[in-house]
């Protein structure tokens, strides 16, 4: 295939997933989603980056690439930057996160012709791909699921001292059989 059909193939599979995200959002659940397209894109561009692949398989890694950005890192942050930051500076953070995102981005679009000459595809994909996996290890350790919850739901989890979702996710389950058990107690005659 020549290099335009190549492009509409992958913007394609952007689309897609895209669109499937966001009807899942709904089901599936925010987490899940950024912990699905964090594992699907690090492992898809540390492939592409490690391994001497032939072209065929390069090209459906980079379909997995390109599907997985878009199936969560690419459309959950829309909807979670309003959830996650506190109401008293919800638009000011939303304006000043989306401005560094753009300015960030912009800086990497114009490093993109020295940083392909220095590492070479193959660099570049492997640091997609340490990327991603940092990404992911830090969303499956610090965000919480918000489908859900209310705006104050959300601030009041914030607002607890221990970051942490995953430890947070561990106590909570503790405490809720704990106050089961309670509750069992209290409840019998």
Not at 39 to 56: D, K, P, T
Not at 170 to 178: A, G, P, S, W
Request: net charge negative; with cysteine; proline share 3%.
């Amino acid at each position: 295939m020549d290099d335009y059909s190549n492009n509409v193939i992958v913007s394609g599979v952007g689309v897609i997933t895209v669109l499937i995200s966001t009807f899942l959002m709904l089901r599936a659940g925010r987490r899940t989603l950024a912990m699905i397209s964090g594992i699907l894109s690090s492992v898809s561009a540390l492939c592409i980056g490690i391994l001497q692949i032939e072209a065929n398989v390069t090209f459906a890694l980079i379909i997995i690439y390109a599907g997985g950005m878009s199936f969560g890192f690419f459309a959950l942050p829309s909807v979670m930057i309003g959830e996650t930051q506190p109401s008293n500076i919800r638009g000011f953070a939303c304006g000043y996160i989306y401005t560094m995102n753009d300015l960030l981005l912009a800086g990497f679009l114009k490093m993109y012709p020295w940083m392909s000459t220095v590492l070479q595809i193959h660099g570049l994909f492997l640091l997609f791909g340490i990327s991603c996996a940092v990404c992911t290890i830090f969303l499956y350790l610090f965000l919480p699921e918000t489908q859900g919850l209310t705006l104050q739901q959300i601030e009041d989890y914030f607002l607890q001292p221990n970051i942490m979702w995953i430890t947070r996710h561990i106590h909570k389950n503790e405490r809720k059989d704990t106050e089961d058990v309670d509750v069992e107690i209290i409840s019998s005659p």
